[in-house]
């Protein structure tokens, strides 16, 4: 089930993110596929970072993927809903954590000729992947709306990933 969902959730199936939104009982899976991922990067930089690189991209990826939830929910619910946006945190966070699974293909940047190539189709993905999580989460009917959602969220996010992650590189 957790392999379909997956594989759901990278085809942009807005369905599966429904279904996630839906499903209470998918904040396990969701965290799964964000810890799979983080560790996918984490293998794909393991000639950059080594084995504590790992462990420390798992620990920020499951951070990053708390606080994206909170600002989006926040952004989202409180300064762009739409008359029909009903949504709480949990659903935020099944949906945007099964967002996360274009981020598997992230292990092949292990092969360094390719690195560069793999990691910008990754982040092209996920973001396509986080707009349609967005969308259905807030049961938006624009697409342009959850992408303005995205962008703010990612410009409101940038300071505050400036602020953690100052202590963690001298490291």
């Given at each position: 089930?957790?392999?379909?969902?997956?594989?759901?959730?990278?085809?942009?199936?807005?369905?599966?993110?429904?279904?996630?939104?839906?499903?209470?009982?998918?904040?396990?899976?969701?965290?799964?596929?964000?810890?799979?991922?983080?560790?996918?990067?984490?293998?794909?930089?393991?000639?950059?970072?080594?084995?504590?690189?790992?462990?420390?991209?798992?620990?920020?990826?499951?951070?990053?993927?708390?606080?994206?939830?909170?600002?989006?929910?926040l952004?989202?619910?409180?300064?762009?809903?739409?008359?029909?946006?009903?949504?709480?945190?949990g659903?935020?966070?099944?949906?945007?954590?099964?967002?996360?699974?274009?981020?598997?293909?992230?292990?092949?940047?292990?092969?360094?000729p390719?690195?560069?190539?793999?990691?910008?189709?990754?982040?092209?993905?996920?973001?396509?992947?986080?707009?349609?999580?967005?969308?259905?989460?807030?049961?938006?009917r624009?697409?342009?709306?959850?992408?303005?959602?995205?962008?703010?969220?990612?410009?409101?996010?940038?300071?505050?990933?400036?602020?953690?992650?100052?202590?963690?590189?001298?490291?």
């Amino acid at each position: 089930m957790l392999i379909d969902r997956i594989l759901r959730a990278a085809r942009l199936d807005a369905a599966l993110y429904e279904e996630v939104e839906a499903d209470t009982g998918a904040l396990g899976q969701a965290t799964a596929v964000v810890v799979l991922s983080s560790v996918a990067a984490g293998i794909g930089a393991i000639g950059v970072g080594g084995i504590r690189g790992l462990g420390m991209g798992t620990m920020l990826a499951l951070l990053g993927w708390y606080v994206w939830a909170v600002v989006t929910w926040l952004i989202g619910t409180r300064v762009l809903p739409e008359p029909q946006t009903r949504a709480d945190l949990g659903e935020l966070l099944r949906t945007i954590g099964f967002a996360s699974a274009p981020g598997l293909i992230r292990v092949f940047c292990v092969i360094t000729p390719i690195a560069n190539i793999v990691g910008l189709v990754a982040l092209i993905w996920t973001l396509a992947a986080m707009v349609v999580a967005v969308r259905q989460a807030l049961d938006y009917r624009s697409t342009p709306r959850a992408i303005a959602v995205c962008v703010i969220g990612l410009v409101a996010q940038t300071p505050l990933w400036a602020l953690i992650l100052w202590p963690v590189r001298a490291l």
